[in-house]
């Protein structure tokens, strides 16, 4: 009897012993955010996108978000193309939908340095601009997910300087009659303005666009980053072979913009 109980207690023991050293069950790892990125040839190159990425992987190597890039050459948001472009630009709207289905976390858009098709400022195709802008909110609100609008590059040619001496109205006066000129001039051939022949002041039209932009900032749902204004402060550096397409000082701008407003849009969501 006394070595049944002698036994039996070493037995517990064991047990005892065993079950101390059973490890606690694993917490499992919350699945990781996705950040889809949208845009033309500026995204589609992909310099911004993978410093950010390799940044924020970086902040949380052991559960970095899944960073996928859909930029497509050429493309824009408002369905414009100009009439020499080699075959109608690619838009946005026509497939996004697919993107939205997998309901990211996030998503990236920069888009309109095309929108506006290199011509002269025009209402019609400020609204079409607005329209494909408006529609993405649309989609991203439905999804569930949270827009983050870059601003549009500059375009690296600021066009003739205007008379030494003009004040803001007298340069603004002669902006409007440049425009009013050029539009003309399109009316009349509609292969005058595209991307090989862009309106002297297309960067005036994407500031008319990146202003109304910046607006949306307030909205539930989206944040809007200003990459604009700090590459305009560094515009002899941001772009080397054209000027539309950053070179990689440009587009390292465009990511430390992005990331230096992170934590604010992470706050906001």
Known sequence: MKRTLIVCTLCLGFISSLQAEEPAPAVPKPAPESIFFLGDSITKAGGYVRIIKGELTKQNPTNPPQVHNF????ETVSGLSEAYHPG??????????????????????????????????NEKRFAAYQA????????????????????????????????????AAAQAALLAKANAEAEVEAEKDPKKFGYRTAYP???QVLARYCEWLMTLDARQGVSVVD????????IKETHGGDAIHPNG?????????FLKQWPAIRAKK
Do not use: Q
């Open 71 to 74: 930029g497509h050459y050429s």
């Open 88 to 121: 109608r630009r690619p838009c946005v709207l026509n497939w996004v939908d697919a993107v939205f289905a997998e309901k990211p976390t996030w998503v990236v858009a920069c888009y309109g340095i095309n929108d506006g098709i290199y011509h002269p400022f």
């Open 132 to 167: 494909g802008i408006e529609t993405l909110i649309k989609k991203s609100n439905a999804a569930g997910s949270h827009l983050i609008l870059l601003t549009p590059p500059p375009f690296a040619s600021a066009g003739p300087p205007f008379p030494a001496g003009t004040d």
């Open 201 to 203: 002041y297309y960067d």
């Open 227 to 234: 990459i604009r204004t700090p590459m305009l402060a560094k």
């Open 249 to 257: 000082r440009g587009h390292a701008i465009m990511a430390e913009t």
